[in-house]
């Protein structure tokens, strides 16, 4: 965002002022992420998340790139060349865990980033646009690390594969063909691990590329803050650089300190032991579940047990856990509020918190296995789930009475420490 | 010069009339698009099931050693066949459900061969995402009707492989197969 305070860059020597004249790279840069792009001076910890998100596709692309060199993608010794890893390859245990816990880390730091993005309301206009890219890298990254998980060619690989193009099986008419073209066969075998291994080597340069685009519909509007209020002068704003980078910096230290105690002091406790049995075509293991991150989907795919409206559950399951995601991409429309911070909207803020806890809910329920009441449960929790974003919020953003919000950003900043900044806080009505 | 000639064309033009350069410019697209569609076809193909894939097999099954109430697991096709040998009650329970009221209503006898009604001989794959359902192998889940019991997302079987509660659509496949002599069984 060009802000007319921003700072434009200024070559300082003379190979910067040939080089400028040339290829701006140092001016993209300058304006993109240092003092030429002026960041709202209230950003909480919460609006780290965007940059631990970035650093740890970076985290799984190199340590990727590295198993790459010692994985073989072949039924017979996919299993045995990841144990290669772990037991010959110098370090390659750590960087394998680095691998398997980074993608626990990556969508842990996502959801909180999803999660912040629904609070403050950043989904709002001018930023539409901004959180359906945001989705896009969301469908992505699911698909990436589903396939990845595959190539360790373990019982979970094996039913993991089975299950999700079976997915696709559902669909009327052209289901099984999709199935069998996704698979090449009828049923996993050496053409879908080679293919899951070179789309999974593909599909993280695609998010990295739709990353770009997400973070330059960031940078036209620029960051949202926690008041929701938009920047209105140059005191409500400080210069990304150096403010943001170093506060970056302090909460990308605290997230390696976790994730360095995961890698090296609880390496499995994200992951299922079943993946260390090779994979049996002829027996699912008994207490099968996907990887934590896909819990509450898979508690909304099963949530489905019988017909109705002439539509198969095993569609119902289907349509049910592609929409839990697809319906965020109309969310902009469905919450009509014209605040945008739920620190201003009482009633939502409390529906907010209640829809974390359905999410967790259905979290829980997906991790369990497909017995009562964790079924029953899962069936209230996803009905709430979708009435949340068709019924209540539409319902709540149209009749909620605010809060009043600051005039601006610096105002609610100041009023934090006492301090009205000039003349006194004017109470402002939502409208 | 060229805008005069330019010029002199369009005069020319009937109104609502088509330029041999519109002729051009659709057939040149629709020639593109052509090449296009073969090229895109074949990057789809190629992950189609290949040769060696589609080279499918026949499997012999020797059922003498199984005793009424057990099961044999066995792989055609790369996927599990289950095999089971139903006892005397099994198949009286199975015939005792009102067929109408399934999800998928299929009788014992719709299942089973003429004569051979207590070999019940099925694909173990759970018609819902695919897995294999257990209930097959000694001591495991049967589900509440004592047949098989889907772990992935929970979809009971009867005695005769049939869907009774769960989100699978079907009751489980029955492969095609002839008796040899009446242990011996070939699928495919």
């Known amino acids: 965002m060009s802000f007319p ?34 960041t709202p001076k209230n950003l909480n910890a919460f609006y780290n998340f965007g940059v631990l998100a970035g650093v740890a596709l970076v985290i799984q692309i190199i340590t990727g790139v590295v198993l790459a060199m010692h994985f073989a993608a072949d039924t017979r010794v996919a299993f045995d060349s990841v144990e290669h890893i772990m037991r010959d390859v110098n370090g390659g245990w750590m960087i394998r865990y680095m691998h398997a816990v980074g993608a626990s880390f990556f969508f842990g730091v996502v959801y909180i980033h999803i999660f912040r993005g629904l609070y403050y309301g950043s989904y709002k206009p001018p930023r539409e646009v901004l959180w359906m890219l945001g989705l896009v890298i969301f469908l992505l990254m699911m698909a990436t690390a589903f396939m990845g998980y595959v190539l360790v060619w373990g019982q979970m690989s094996f039913w993991g594969a089975q299950v999700i193009t079976g997915l696709f099986s559902a669909l009327p008419v052209v289901g099984p063909s999709i199935q069998t073209w996704l698979l090449g066969g009828f049923s996993p075998d050496n053409a879908t691990l080679n293919r899951f291994f070179s789309l999974h080597y593909l599909l993280p340069f695609v998010t990295f590329g739709v990353i770009i ?26 210069p990304f650089h150096p403010y943001y980078t170093a506060k970056d910096f302090v909460g990308l230290g605290v997230y390696l300190i976790v994730f360095a105690a995961f890698v090296f002091f609880m390496p499995n406790s994200l992951g299922e032991p079943d993946n260390y049995i090779p994979a049996n075509p002829l027996s699912t293991p008994a207490l099968i579940v996907p990887e934590w991150y896909f819990w509450p989907f898979y508690a909304i795919l099963r949530a489905f047990t019988s017909d109705f409206l002439g539509v198969p559950a095993k569609l119902w399951g289907v349509i049910g856990m592609f929409a839990s995601i697809l319906l965020l991409f109309v969310l902009p429309w469905l919450d009509q509020s014209p605040v945008r911070s739920n620190n201003y909207r009482p009633l939502s803020r409390i529906l907010f918190w209640v829809f974390v806890a359905v999410a967790l809910g259905l979290g829980v329920c997906g991790g369990k296995p497909a ?21 209540i919020l539409p319902i709540v953003s149209k009749l909620e009475k605010t809060s009043p919000l600051p005039n601006s950003i610096s105002e609610a900043v100041l009023a934090k420490y006492g301090k009205t ?11 | 010069m060229a805008s005069e000639v330019r010029q002199a064309t369009a005069d020319n033009l009937e109104p609502g009339g088509e330029r041999r350069r519109d002729f051009l410019y659709v057939a040149t697209a629709a020639f593109a698009g052509a090449g296009v569609v073969p090229v895109a076809w074949s990057l789809v193909n190629q992950m189609n099931p290949s040769a060696d894939v589609l080279a499918l097999a026949s499997v012999d099954l020797d059922l003498s050693a ?14 599990p066949i289950f095999a089971r040998h139903l006892t005397p009650e ?7 459900v009102d067929v109408a009221s399934l999800r998928d209503p299929q009788s014992l006898a719709d299942r089973t061969k003429p004569g051979n009604e207590q070999w019940l001989i099925t694909l173990g794959v759970c018609t819902h995402l695919g897995c294999v359902p257990l209930g097959a192998a000694e001591g495991e889940a049967k589900g509440d009707f004592g047949g098989y019991f889907c772990p992935c997302h929970g979809s009971h079987y009867d005695a005769a492989a049939r869907i009774r509660k769960g989100p699978a659509p079907k009751n489980l496949e029955v492969p095609p197969y002839t008796f040899k002599s009446p242990t011996a069984v070939t699928i495919g």
Not at chain 1, 213 to 223: E, F, K, Q
Not at chain 1, 226 to 235: C, I, L, M, N, R
Not at chain 1, 374 to 382: A, F, H, I
């Open chain 1, 213 to 238: 685009l997400h973070v330059w519909a960031l940078h036209i509007p620029g960051s949202n803050n926690p008041t929701g209020v938009d920047v209105k002068s140059e005191a409500d704003t400080v």
């Open chain 2, 66 to 79: 199984l005793q009424p109430g057990q099961a044999i697991k066995a792989a055609w096709r790369g996927k």
């Open chain 1, 421 to 431: 900044g000039g003349g006194a806080p004017v109470a402002q009505p939502a409208e």
């Open chain 1, 5 to 38: 305070w921003a700072k434009q860059y200024q070559p300082t020597s003379a190979v910067g002022q040939w080089m400028d004249e040339r290829l701006p790279l140092a001016r993209f840069v300058y304006g993109a992420l240092g003092p030429g792009y002026p």
């Open chain 1, 371 to 391: 017995h009562e009441p964790w079924v029953r449960l899962s069936q209230v929790l996803t009905a709430y789930y979708f009435a949340h974003f068709l019924i």
């Open chain 2, 90 to 96: 099994e198949i009286a329970e199975s015939n005792k």
